[in-house]
């Protein structure tokens, strides 16, 4: 049964190593630009060249050494000339190569440029869901190492493997012609020696290889998750739990690493044995031959540059292919994570959403994040053009699912949800985010100055509608007062400002993006209550004008909304207005008596 598992992992190997050959091949020959191919096809020009005059000088060098030695006539061009001959094809052989490289150079960064930023557009395209179940520091890394193995791909599938066994053909004749057919069957035999064990003791080295892959992303994730979380482990005095947690994951990466560099020593050593062994047997021919006057001290010396020459390529070989096999590991990963389908896209021709009034309506909505857990059991409910409704209930009621799903972070199993009677599934994703502005409980910002993290509202906005967002959102006096005004950095995550001034910039970001709908996602349960009075004259004037869904936890701040819905275990169980809901004595009735009580016990 083992060997059954690994047989199928094998085959599984190899179908996606073909499958990362067959994504990345077409691009080093695509239809545009047209100056790809042209670069191509005179890299591989300058490449058969190279060739060309590599196996052409161990002759120039027999004739050289033959000449000295007397045991031919002089030649015309002599015993000097012949070595400055020699010398000038040595340096046209790398000559072509450098050449060869430079002319690829472009087209290989062009490739790892257009992967990368596929790899990127597509990640963005993938849905909360997957973003929110994916550890993002081993995200990251998946992408750093298969994007940094496209060139390397790219180059010595074009430059190598062919190229390589063009020479070993071209040698092998060579000593055909010129010696006899032993030489060609011991040169034969150690190149298919040496490739046999190469490729067999690379495969196993690949198990390995993705194993130390496996714990370096388990490591990195680690210290990413930590980092991210620094005040939460200075909270609990973690600093040397986190460092052990992540010792561990270190301690396994090194125990991979260590495995991967002693086999990788064995396979060196193993393919210098075969490699001296055919060329100690060929040497050996040579010099029984030069000792019976079969041949002269210049053919000894260029069966010796032979299989010098040889050597250099099989040695590549080997290197070759082992990083063509791990490059195919890494890239694997990342071209799995290209082939991770899209849970939320557009219709074909799917026209913009056309937002004339802004009314909002959820039609017997029912949602769960997983099949078996219903959240949202036949919500319907309208907003109405320019109302402020809230949503109100207790944790776990459906809340800010319904802002998840207005935002289509997610579709609904069952029923609509419209906007002027457009179904969110029928028009583009890109038209409805411009459509609905979020502040949510948390706002996250950019490691950037202030200025870029208001001006992230609208791309292309003016310094001008920079400082009016920011003086709607009363926050222009703060910016100012700071010694670098609006080029203040924010740090990462925004973490150099309290949370109110965060919240201040993220409504500041919202107003310049100047949406129809505005969906307030608790924006003021993260703040105390003095500045929440403050923030909540900033929402207020942000949502003039504008259709305001408001998700919220303390009823204080939504108690003159034009209508609140008071949601429990996924459903509607009242709605109306502040006064109308308390005078029902119902569930509305019950949180804002326990929320009071709560404030009074407190003060």
Partial sequence: MASDTSTQIEQDERRSGWRTIRRVAPYLWPSEPAWVRQRVVFAMVALVLAKVVAVGTPLLYKAAVDNLSGEVPDLALGAIGLTVAYGVARLMTVGFQQLRDAVFARVGQRALRSLALETFRHIHKLSLRYHITRKTGGLSRIIERGVKGVEFLLRFMLFSIGPLMLELLMISLVLFVLFDVWYLVVVAGTIAAYVIFTFRVTEWRVKLRREMNKQDTDANQKAIDSLLNFETVKYFGAEEREAQRYDVAMKNYQTAAIKTATSLAALNFGQSFLITSGLVAVMIMAAVGVQNGALTVGDFVMVNAYMIQITMPLNFLGTVYREIRQSLVDMGEMFDLLEQPSEISDKPGAPDVQVSGGVVSFRDVQFGYEEERAILKGISLEVGAGQNVALVGPSGSGKSTIGRLLFRFYDVKSGAIQIDGQDLRDVTQVSLHNAIGVVPQDTVLFNDTIRYNIAYGRDGATEDEVIEAAKSAQIHDFVSSLPEGYDTMVGERGLKLSGGEKQRVGIARTLLKNPPILLLDEATSALDTET?????????????????????????????????VVLEAGVVVE?????????????????????????????
Avoid: F, P
Avoid at 535 to 552: D, F, H, P
Avoid at 593 to 600: F, G, H, K, L
């Fill in 575 to 603: 709605e109306g207005t502040h006064d109308e809901l308390l005078t029902k004595h119902g569930r509305y009735w019950q949180l804002w008596t326990m929320q009071q009580a709560e404030e009074e016990a407190a003060a």
């Fill in 532 to 564: 929440e009075h403050e923030i909540q004259e900033a929402l207020a004037r942000a949502g003039e004008g504008r259709t305001v869904i408001t998700i919220a936890h303390r009823l204080s701040t939504i108690a003159d909304a034009d209508r609140i």
